[in-house]
């Protein structure tokens, strides 16, 4: 047997080095380590430009892969879950957390800590979870992709358009005690709210009438967290085959600021300038003809609205805690 087919016979781990602001590339040796002490051999590749994990992961499972690993954040997650889904093939996804948010693992509940996510690797169980796909524009043509946290419209995605343009440095701001360790997208929620005006949709959700809704935020959520912590859906499920759709109202600045707790923990879904439902098919545009509206889709910013969110149902298989 052939080098190279050994090594398509081993798990493959896909790191994104960047990721945690360029961290994981510095601890990469002491993953790798706790990798083969508590879960086995593997083979490994490393991205070195946006977008590359999707391309690695649909190579890897058309080769046969049957357990395919992101190491990195929510991105590379998300990269690497569009790749197994673009392949067509019946490849697993494992996840060895090294990012800043954390958000998609903290619904599986798998630790951040290198050892113990390598422990669910070895031991864990197999589920069969929901995906969501999008639909969107793009420089003026309509593209596809797949997400498995939340999409959003709204402040989060200012938030993400913010942090990108200003860089890093712009979040030296100290952040309240209660966002603690979550002052990437936590700040940057409090300070957008001051300059932020609110956004004008029309939704559909299933086969229901169109809402004309004036929204803060308006969140597609198929798991709980987003933003770096934030339980934004508390009851989303993965195996439910529907979205938690959760409107957050024409808040102003200072009611944004009290009450961001009760968001960022999950005590928020009976405000009442909080919406909810559930739905299998979320159709979103703009009020207005000319406005542009960009979408947030797993902390990536790929297009605008007009947008179709739909739940598919089982289709990704996924190493889970047992």
């Not at 903290?106 to 031991?123: E, P």
């Not at 559909?204 to 933003?227: K, M, W």
């Not at 529907?242 to 999950?266: C, E, H, Q, W």
Request: aromatic share 6%.
């Amino acid at each position: 047997m052939s080098d190279e087919c050994f090594r398509m016979i081993l798990p493959i781990v896909i790191i994104n080095p960047e990721s945690a602001r360029g961290a994981t590339r510095k601890a990469w040796p002491k993953i790798a380590s706790d990798l083969r002490t508590h879960f086995g051999s593997f083979s490994c590749v490393f991205t070195d430009k946006p977008g590359q994990g999707t391309e690695l992961a649909a190579q890897a499972a058309r080769k046969g892969s049957r357990l395919i690993i992101a190491c990195g954040g929510d991105g590379t997650i998300s990269e690497v879950t569009n790749g197994i889904l673009a392949s067509g093939k019946d490849t697993e996804l494992g996840i060895l957390p090294s990012g800043t948010g954390g958000d998609f693992r903290k619904t599986l509940g798998i630790s951040g800590r290198s050892r113990d996510a390598a422990a669910i690797l070895r031991d864990g169980r197999t589920r069969k979870i929901d995906v969501g796909r999008v639909t969107f524009t793009n420089d003026g043509e309509r593209e596809t992709r797949y997400f498995l946290g939340v999409a959003s419209f709204g402040m989060s995605a200012d938030v993400v358009a913010r942090v990108r343009e200003a860089g890093p440095e712009w979040l030296s701001t100290k952040a309240p005690n209660w966002l603690s360790g979550r002052a990437t997208f936590g700040v940057s929620m409090l300070q957008t709210a001051m300059q932020s005006r609110a956004t004008q949709v029309i939704v559909q959700l299933d086969d229901s009438p169109e809402l004309h809704l004036t929204v803060a935020n308006l969140c597609i959520a198929n798991a709980r967290y987003f933003g770096g912590g934030m339980k934004i859906a508390p009851e989303a499920k993965l195996t439910d085959g529907k979205f938690d759709v959760i409107s957050i109202g024409d808040l102003n600045a200072l009611k944004i600021l009290t009450r961001a707790s009760r968001i960022y923990f999950g005590s928020h879904l009976r405000m009442q300038e909080v919406g909810y439902a559930l739905a299998k098919k979320v159709i979103a545009r703009p009020a207005a003809n000319n406005a542009r509206i960009a979408i947030e889709v797993d902390g990536e910013l790929p297009g605008l609205l007009p947008a179709t969110f739909q739940v598919v149902p089982a289709a990704l298989r996924v190493r889970c805690p047992a």
